[in-house]
């Protein structure tokens, strides 16, 4: 049976923007689908910042499979990596880097994740909710607002939702935030059978879910920005707040201590999360508006303005998982994951004996 499928990659800007294009193929019917399924295709390089013109065929090599929401039936979302001539990772391809680090041990400590994913909606330049001259009320009643006056593009959200949910995504849920204009979405681990919430699955998801974005909001005339401090003032940045959890740190014998000692590693490799993390984010991580600067690194409990945040509930119940509060919006979920595995899941890292509950990687 004849099938369209859209191919979508990450280009080779300074922060990766999403690519994509369509092609028919033929898919027999009545089978899951995987993503060998799917035929590698090509592109040109030149003309997504990661080739030039002499020598700028790439290849796109399909890794996870999804159903395509807005074509609706018969129709695929297609999730691929980059690859060069010498059909070798091409160097903008972050997600390599993380497949290599779970298949040679990152995966035996079942890290799961989950990312908090805000953005703000523009219309003429200006976040919604913005007037054409001056600004709108101060901070205060968006987040979490209700009504016209609170809630700026919920359509646009309650669509790119729906969306996310028919092709089969991790979402989690939905939330305005507290700039005007302003939203998050989360995705990640969400306790249903059958779901692994591993670092290279949830950053998949994430990225299809970015694209599902755009392409709502495409259809409402709004533009989506990803940018961690898009209005300068007293007006609070955008970020992509990451809950991490190893099977030691959801142990209720010794979770506390995984935990803690997973915060100490942190501490000791700032600077290296920070370069990982996003471009622009000496603006939003100014000590400011729920944030730690990006000069200092602190742990604390139901702290909002640290590094690393330990949600109240797990400190009381001893076990769980600790949030990342520096990511920005802009980052790339391969490098968040990548670097997250390299300081906590290396050598040494405490680790778990049993089997024990099922992880918690999302934070209210």
């Known amino acids: 049976?004849?099938?369209?499928?859209?191919?979508?990659?990450?280009?080779?800007?300074?922060?990766?923007?999403?690519?994509?294009?369509?092609?028919?193929?033929?898919?027999?019917?009545?089978?899951?689908?995987?993503?060998?399924?799917?035929?590698?295709?090509?592109?040109?390089?030149?003309?997504?910042?990661?080739?030039?013109?002499?020598?700028?065929?790439?290849?796109?090599?399909?890794?996870?499979?999804?159903?395509?929401?807005?074509?609706?039936?018969?129709?695929?979302?297609?999730?691929?990596?980059?690859?060069?001539?010498?059909?070798?990772?091409?160097?903008?391809?972050?997600?390599?880097?993380?497949?290599?680090?779970?298949?040679?041990?990152?995966?035996?400590?079942?890290?799961?994740?989950?990312?908090?994913?805000?953005?703000?909606?523009?219309?003429?330049?200006?976040?919604?909710?913005?007037?054409?001259?001056?600004?709108?009320?101060?901070?205060?009643?968006?987040?979490?607002?209700?009504?016209?006056?609170?809630?700026?593009?919920?359509?646009?959200?309650?669509?790119?939702?729906?969306?996310?949910?028919?092709?089969?995504?991790?979402?989690?849920?939905?939330?305005?935030?507290?700039?005007?204009?302003?939203?998050?979405?989360?995705?990640?681990?969400?306790?249903?059978?059958?779901?692994?919430?591993?670092?290279?699955?949830?950053?998949?998801?994430?990225?299809?879910?970015?694209?599902l974005l755009e392409r709502v909001a495409e259809r409402h005339e709004v533009e989506v920005s990803w940018d961690p401090k898009p209005m300068k003032g007293d007006w609070n940045g955008a970020g992509a707040h990451t809950n991490f959890s190893t099977r030691a740190m959801r142990d209720p014998r010794g979770g506390r201590a995984a935990i803690e000692a997973a915060i100490e590693r942190l501490a000791k490799r700032h600077q290296v999360h920070i370069t990982a993390y996003g471009a622009g984010l000496a603006e939003r991580l100014t000590g400011l508006h729920e944030t730690c600067s990006i000069d200092q690194f602190r742990g604390g409990v139901a702290d909002r303005g640290a590094s690393i945040r330990v949600p109240r509930h797990v400190e009381e119940k001893g076990y769980g998982y600790l949030e990342d509060r520096r990511p920005g919006a802009n980052c790339d979920p391969y490098r968040v994951g990548s670097v997250l595995l390299e300081t906590i899941c290396a050598a040494g890292a405490p680790r778990a004996t049993q089997p024990m509950a099922q992880p918690v990687a999302k934070a209210a």
């Open 1 to 211: 049976m004849n099938r369209l499928a859209e191919y979508i990659w990450l280009d080779g800007a300074e922060t990766q923007g999403l690519r994509s294009k369509a092609r028919v193929v033929e898919i027999p019917e009545h089978r899951a689908l995987k993503p060998a399924d799917f035929p590698t295709w090509g592109y040109d390089g030149s003309s997504t910042y990661q080739a030039d013109g002499g020598d700028s065929d790439l290849g796109l090599v399909p890794v996870r499979v999804f159903a395509d929401p807005l074509r609706g039936d018969g129709s695929y979302l297609v999730l691929c990596e980059v690859f060069d001539s010498a059909g070798s990772p091409h160097s903008t391809n972050r997600r390599a880097e993380l497949r290599r680090l779970m298949a040679e041990g990152g995966s035996e400590q079942e890290p799961t994740i989950g990312f908090e994913q805000e953005y703000t909606l523009y219309r003429d330049g200006r976040p919604l909710g913005f007037p054409e001259h001056g600004f709108p009320g101060p901070q205060g009643p968006y987040y979490c607002g209700v009504g016209a006056g609170r809630a700026y593009g919920r359509p646009v959200v309650e669509e790119h939702t729906r969306a996310c949910l028919e092709a089969g995504l991790m979402i989690y849920g939905i939330n305005a935030e507290v700039m005007p204009g302003q939203w998050e979405f989360q995705v990640g681990y969400r306790g249903f059978a059958g779901e692994s919430a591993d670092p290279l699955a949830v950053a998949d998801h994430l990225l299809v879910a970015r694209y």
